[in-house]
């Protein structure tokens, strides 16, 4: 038995999955590949011998969200003995030895049960957007949570033995369509407060932004409301942070998305 899944959640998205599972058949260590397919029309098809690693498709049958999506592909790597998941979305690239730097880390750290990676974002036509550099240490990465996600979810990996303690996703997140958004950002909130997180201070994956892809656009003000009942939460009195934090997602919530983009864009940064 492998110690590795990888876990993909994609809803009508089959050519920029194909290209995930190319990126991912460069990475050298042994794992196997779980794709949540949320109900996509027409349904997401994958040719298994097409692909070096095993790949199992899970098949969802009404469109109930990512995240929804991801729970359901997470339960069915739970029913056997893997150790870590590492998360994709479908149109990620890896760069060779991410999955394997991973691994290597959480082997050599016991304590840590999350770990991500910086990211490259880019257009739909490879254009370099902004960069993810978040802290690396633990600490760091409990203060960048007040504000945003210290970690990225194509770009984590986690122990589920951590999951089994906290549980998955939240489903409190829903879209008026279904879906859900902020449930990554929840999810490692409960994980960052219960356990040791760390970043490997390396770009490891590129993660494209897309309209037709990404779900912080398309309802990006759903997101930042999202991103406000967690932080409200979790809030600590005693904490500037939290304050700051807040403050900033009051701002992202009243600057048009493009505005926002563009500031982003300027500085290098994801906020």
Known sequence: M???????AVHN????LIRTLQSL???ACDFDVFVADDCSTPPIAIN?????HRIQLVRL?????PFAAANEGLRQIMQSDYKFVARQDAGDLDVDGRLASQVAFLKAHPDVALVGAWVRFVDA???PLFLFQPPADARGIRRRMQYSSAIIHPACMMRLDALRKIGL???QYRLDRGGFVGGDYELFFRLANSFECANIPEFLVIKEESPGISVSIDKRRQSVLSRMRTQLRYF????PHSYAGLLCSCMMYVIPYGVWTKIKSRLRVVT
């Open 2 to 8: 492998r110690e590795l899944a990888v876990l993909i």
């Open 13 to 16: 998205a089959q050519d920029a």
């Open 25 to 27: 058949d460069r990475q």
């Open 48 to 52: 298994p011998s097409a692909f070096h």
């Open 61 to 65: 049958t009404s469109n109930q969200g």
């Open 125 to 127: 036509a490879g254009k």
């Open 169 to 171: 996703y939240s489903e």
């Open 236 to 239: 600590d009195l005693f904490s």
